[in-house]
């Protein structure tokens, strides 16, 4: 059993779930948030079977996560 970050960003149409500290893409989603975990989950375990271990973050794994908004000129 590993733990993992996981963002879940809440949008007009549902839920859309990702973890933080693997290689690749991995996204769950679903109407509410626990749908959305749970799909997320699902894929993490489902990546790791698929491509290995080696997809897990190396020496130094996410101990915090923040969220921050900025203004960017485009």
């Known amino acids: ?5 996981i963002i879940i960003e ?5 839920y859309v779930a990702y ?3 693997l290689k690749g893409v991995v996204v769950g989603e ?3 948030y626990e ?7 699902s894929a993490i375990a489902f990546h790791i079977e ?3 271990e080696h ?3 190396g020496e130094s794994p996410v101990l915090e996560a923040f969220i921050a908004e900025a203004r960017v000129a485009v």
Not at 1 to 5: A, D, I, P
Not at 10 to 14: A, E, L, T
Request: net charge negative; aromatic share 6%.
């Open 1 to 5: 059993m590993r733990q993992f970050k």
């Open 10 to 14: 809440k949008h007009s149409d549902g």
């Open 19 to 21: 973890p933080l500290g």
């Open 30 to 32: 679903g109407d509410t």
């Open 35 to 41: 749908e959305a975990l749970a799909d997320v989950k």
């Open 50 to 52: 698929t491509f290995g």
């Open 55 to 57: 997809v897990l973050e």
